[in-house]
């Protein structure tokens, strides 16, 4: 292992063959992870993460994410191989974002050379280069379309049991104060808000009352005061992955694409209270 003034960076990261992800501007993500990050050389067969393995003192591993910048990585849960980490690709950002267990075994393939960032390094690096985030959001909201889309009926996701909320009350109300009242509407109980299947121009935040999120007409997810729902289709500019019907009298703040960009690109906070809210999502999923 090596500090990050001792990797070469001139030197070519290998060329990604069938990417399991979205590309990725090398560039772009090399700058970030150089921020705040640690070089790493790894031979074949070593365990880079451990499936089930949590955030802890004695577990700094798992809070760690990755980008491979040679190799290539197997990723295996429950014995199986579920996927291939490849050159200029991340992996492992879940943990450093939610602090949640690893979803998956990582070992490498063959020998690989890697950054590798923790916790505390990411969010430093998001503070520095918050723009990224969109990066980060994206790679995430495509494996939640992937999954969707392999979803054999809505019913697999079983019942909302509580209410998604990803804002606090602080930096709720720093929002609903900077953007003002005219970036807020009223809906009345049993309106739609969003459908699914169109074009999506907006994203929401609920500031009062309950919306109820449904696909194939069964209800996943009731968003309460704090949550977000919309930022799908705002992110990747595909059509709308579920309805949106208002369950109470409620009041949502209206966020139009170029506000979310800016808002995202200069209050890391923000962008970090959606990637969290983004990989909880992912993880439900892929728990179904």
């Not at 910048?69 to 990723?75: I, M």
């Amino acid at each position: 292992m090596s500090r990050m003034d001792e990797l070469d960076f001139s030197k070519p990261a290998g060329k990604p063959a069938a990417p399991a992800q979205p590309p990725v501007n090398l560039a772009a993500a090399l700058e970030f992870f150089r921020t705040s990050g640690v070089a790493e050389n790894v031979d074949t067969g070593t365990n880079i993460f451990v499936e089930d393995e949590r955030a802890g003192l004695f577990s700094f591993k798992s809070r760690k994410m990755y980008l491979l910048l040679e190799g290539e990585v197997n990723l295996i849960a429950a014995n199986k191989l579920i996927g291939v980490v490849r050159a200029g690709e991340i992996f492992g950002e879940m943990a450093a974002i939610s602090e949640s267990p690893r979803a998956a075994t990582a070992v490498a393939k063959v020998p690989c050379r890697l950054i590798s960032m923790d916790e505390k390094g990411f969010h430093a690096a998001l503070k520095a280069k918050p723009d990224f985030a969109l990066t980060l959001l994206g790679m995430m909201i495509n494996r939640l379309r992937g999954m969707l889309a392999r979803l054999p009926s809505a019913a697999a996701l079983g019942e909302a049991k509580k209410e998604a909320k990803v804002f606090d009350k602080g930096l709720l109300a720093a929002l609903a104060k900077g953007l003002g009242p005219t970036n807020s509407a009223r809906y009345e109980k049993g309106k739609t808000i969003m459908t699914e299947g169109q074009a999506g121009a907006m994203m929401y935040v609920v500031l009062e009352g309950r919306v109820a999120v449904s696909i194939q007409g069964k209800v996943v997810e009731r968003v309460g005061p704090g949550g977000v729902l919309g930022e799908m289709a705002l992110i990747d500019q595909s059509p709308r992955a579920a309805t949106a019907l208002a369950e109470t009298d409620s009041v949502l703040l209206t966020l139009n694409r170029g506000v979310f960009l800016q808002l995202v690109k200069t209050q890391p906070e923000f962008g970090v209270a959606l990637l969290a809210a983004t990989a909880e999502r992912v993880r439900f999923m892929a728990s179904r």
